[in-house]
T-cell receptor, first 114, second 110 residues
């Protein structure tokens, strides 16, 4: 069974530029999560989807971050414009059902903003 | 106070040593608890769940103390391959939202 797929794996951009990350969850997993992980810290939830509905986006900085999961399968997270402080690893995870204890993470996208 | 707190370490131990990690959480209504393992530049992966009665998986033992809001992970007979960051994770209510600690780094040396 294929795991969570993310692309790109690495991205280097200059500040004020836009950037987008893509995630394809494990087949059949209805719940999808986007996390941000800074160096030396644990992942922090940005947004959680149940199918195509964003059910928890309270930690998403909506002035510059947006996300979508139009067909309830793959998802895109966008930052526009990027700031220096956005440099981090962006992790996508999925789980098989709402409230499932186990989340499966993708390899992440390492973003560097110059 | 952070929602989930861990000693970041690093813990440097020799092979064969026993090492214990501790974690405290602030939300007394938390229902589920886990330890995830994260290798350097890799994604977190579930190591084990933590049950009220305590549970063991080979060399790994996890314990929960709800009264003190405290979770622990014990690793016996440490191997070089145990070197990683261990993330304490708490699930808030039944929403599926996981709160991660900052992680404790373990380095096992020959």
């Amino acid at each position: 069974e294929a795991g969570v797929v993310q692309s790109p794996r690495y991205k280097i951009i200059e500040k004020k530029q836009p950037v987008a990350f893509w995630c394809n969850p494990i087949s059949g997993h209805n719940t999808l999560y986007w996390y941000l992980q800074n160096l030396g810290q644990g992942p922090e939830l940005l947004i959680r989807y149940e199918n195509e509905e964003a059910v928890d986006d309270s930690q998403l900085p909506k002035d510059r971050f947006s996300a979508e999961r139009l067909k309830g399968v793959d998802s895109t997270l966008k930052i526009q414009p990027a700031e220096l402080g956005d440099s981090a690893v962006y992790l996508c995870a999925s789980s098989s059902q709402r409230g499932s204890d186990t989340q499966y993470f993708g390899p992440g996208t390492r973003l560097t903003v110059l | 106070r952070k929602e989930v707190e861990q000693d970041p370490g690093p813990f440097n131990v020799p092979e064969g040593a026993t090492v214990a990690f501790n974690c405290t959480y602030s939300n007394s209504a938390s229902q589920s608890f886990f330890w995830y393992r994260q290798d350097c530049r890799k994604e977190p992966k579930l190591l084990m769940s933590v049950y009220s009665s305590g549970n063991e998986d080979g060399r790994f033992t996890a314990q929960l103390n709800r009264a003190s809001q405290y979770i622990s992970l014990l690793i016996r007979d440490s191997k070089l391959s145990d070197s990683a960051t261990y993330l304490c994770v708490v699930k808030w209510g039944n929403t599926g939202k996981l709160i991660f600690g900052q992680g404790t780094t373990l380095q096992v040396k020959p």
